[in-house]
């Protein structure tokens, strides 16, 4: 994290850079005693997402592990699965790569040695464990203020109560919509555009239970299983030690604020598929990419821009989006243009936007006047780095005209300024150092509120985070609610935030099932260094032959936004990459 920024002290163990938010989150500004956690695991070997749960909690320094808990009896044989799923999912591991490997177990008796263990003799009803009462009694007096439970064996409830904030227990699903297993299989089987992932804080009974945090990451477009439990996964690895932090600061620890607290009624417990829905899931899927193999022609992604002029947009609670008189500028041959920005300037009105070359799949941000009737004049290169660039966030303070273009493969978030506007800029710091997906800037209250998307761990879903300060040379602070979105559906920025009849409204874009599939209009409602709110106001949807839209900025009577189609791509065509994703 650039020095700029708000930098946790050295922790207990690597002292490797670990992103933008787990810098953070390794570190309290709480006083009292660090807090005690019992671990309960059903064996020392964990796949990579519980395992860095673990690494978090001997690598801060407001936890600590002090006893490690186990359940006291054989473990209950596990049901066979049926014959096709376990088929199914074998090859499914071979064929997803790199994401096997980022679920792999990995074996922590060495991080654990030395660590007391403690037998509870436990009697397991179902998924509740009773513990007797001498080991309960062992338990009290050790005074745990959290149980952690992490392992592939279902906890529903431990009683009695035997730490002072429960027992903390991940679901590999979002529970609100899909209870029970195969993770990520019925998401994918019943074409769900999102797959999610639950920290749960469990009671006496199932029904007692409060969802702690929740986070949804868009389900696989290839419907690769294992691809489709990685990202939610590695996106809750961060759960426990966010949730602990907060305890440690605040002395209790709230519930997902996207969710009632206890859970409502839970949907019926999914089990493994049998055979008769396994050929049900199968059969379609193997006749799509028969017919593609010998149908489709290649196809690539492209984006353009459309500019309207006096639409009177409407941004209302549950309304439409009027999309009538947007019309579609073509880029040059070979090219793309994406994420338009306005910016006025001595009464001209400009329109930053990516401009991609297909044949280096390298973006610049140019930059053209829009004429009165609409269209796009004079375009021209305004900032090219060795590096792609794209998302050109422009505002303007007193006379001065500054940029955040996204840069997330050189792994910083950085700010330019114009030295002569529109066409020539230099870099005037780098705000974050780590590679931040559209950073979007707003001056509101007195301060700067910078609004950026991560995708942590490698290979996590995407979450959004706010961090704000007294000036663009100040240093940043991490807002305290942060990740302020963990939703693949709202988390990632769709334009500049712009004031409505007083309101002020944040577009995002929907990349749930594929890349920039729509834009979202929210109201944030509350917006302080203590707090951040927002309620959903609109949609704007693909329409007219759209694949998908996912940028919208306005400056007086114009608006801008982009929309995608797949075209084929040309014979002797080489593939770019796709804008931003």
């Known amino acids: 994290m650039a020095s700029s920024t708000t930098r946790a002290p050295a922790a207990k163990g690597s002292e490797r850079s670990r992103g933008l938010l787990l810098e953070q989150l390794l570190h309290s500004e709480g006083r009292g ?12 070997r964990l796949p990579r997402p519980e395992a860095l749960v673990v690494e978090h909690l001997r690598s801060c320094d407001f ?28 090859l499914e591991r071979r064929r997803s790569g ?31 464990i009773r513990v007797p009462e001498d080991a309960a009694a062992r338990l009290r007096s050790l005074e745990l203020d959290v149980i952690v439970h992490l392992g592939a064996r279902r906890l529903e409830s431990l009683a009695p109560e035997v730490s002072r904030h429960g027992v903390w227990s991940y679901r590999w699903s ?16 019943e074409r769900s555009p999102v797959s999610g992932v639950s920290l749960l804080a469990l009671g006496r009974r199932p029904a007692d239970a409060v969802l702690l945090a929740r986070g949804l990451a868009s389900t696989d477009p290839d419907g690769c299983l294992t691809r489709n439990r990685v990202k939610p996964r590695m996106l809750g690895s961060s759960f426990v030690i966010r949730k602990l932090k907060e305890l440690h600061e605040a002395g209790a620890v709230r519930g ?3 969710a009632a607290a206890p859970l409502p009624p839970r949907p019926p417990r999914r089990t493994n598929p049998s055979n008769l829905e396994m050929l049900r899931f199968l059969a379609p899927r193997l006749v799509a990419k028969a017919r593609e193999r010998l149908l489709d022609v290649p196809r690539r992604v492209q984006w353009r821009v459309a500019v309207r002029m006096d639409g009177a947009p409407s941004f209302q609670a549950n309304g439409d989006f009027n999309t009538t008189g947007f019309r579609f500028i073509e880029a040059p041959p070979g090219h793309l243009f994406a994420d338009p920005f306005l910016l006025r300037r001595q009464g001209q009105v400009y329109c930053f936007f990516e401009d991609l070359d297909h044949a280096t799949g390298k973006g610049i941000i140019a930059c053209a006047r829009v004429s009165p009737d609409g269209e796009l004049v004079d375009p021209r290169p305004a900032l090219e780095r060795p590096y792609h660039l794209s998302y050109p966030c422009v505002f303007q303070e007193g006379e001065r005209v500054y940029m955040v273009p996204e840069s997330r493969r050189n792994g910083t978030v950085d700010l330019f300024r114009a030295t002569r506007f529109p066409d020539r800029w230099e870099q ?3 705000l974050l150092r780590g590679p931040g997906l559209d950073t979007t800037v707003l001056r509101h209250g007195g301060r700067y509120w910078f609004f950026v998307t991560v995708r942590e761990p490698e290979g996590a879903g995407e979450q959004l985070l706010l961090f704000h300060s007294e000036s663009l040379t100040g240093a940043l602070c991490f ?18 935030i712009f004031t409505d009849g007083g309101r002020l409204i ?10 920039g599939r729509q834009l979202h209009f929210h109201q944030i409602v509350a917006l302080d260094p203590d707090r951040y709110r927002e309620v959903l106001l609109s949609t704007i949807p693909p329409w007219g032959g759209l694949a998908g839209t996912h940028t919208y900025n306005r400056c007086g009577e114009v608006e801008v936004l982009d929309g995608k189609r797949l075209e084929p791509v040309p014979p002797r065509g080489r593939r770019g990459a796709v804008n931003g994703s």
């Open 479 to 496: 807002h305290p609610g942060n990740p302020i979105s963990a939703d693949v559906r709202y988390c990632r920025s769709g334009g500049a």
């Open 174 to 189: 979002d529970v609100e919509a899909y209870d029970g297993g195969p993770s990520g299989f019925w998401e994918l089987a």
């Open 33 to 44: 005693p660090a807090l005690r956690v019992g671990l309960l695991l059903d064996q020392p």
């Open 256 to 258: 997902d604020p996207s």
């Open 506 to 515: 944040r577009p995002s874009q929907d990349c749930s099932g594929t890349y």
């Open 63 to 90: 936890a600590e592990i002090v006893v490690l808990l186990r359940r006291g009896e054989e473990a209950a044989p596990r049901r066979a699965k049926a014959l096709l799923f376990s088929l199914y999912a074998a």
């Open 98 to 128: 790199p994401a096997s490997e980022l679920l792999a177990c990995e074996d922590l008796s060495g991080q654990l040695a030395g660590i007391p263990s403690l037998d509870l003799g436990a009697s397991t009803e179902g998924d509740a």
């Open 428 to 430: 005037v710091r780098t």
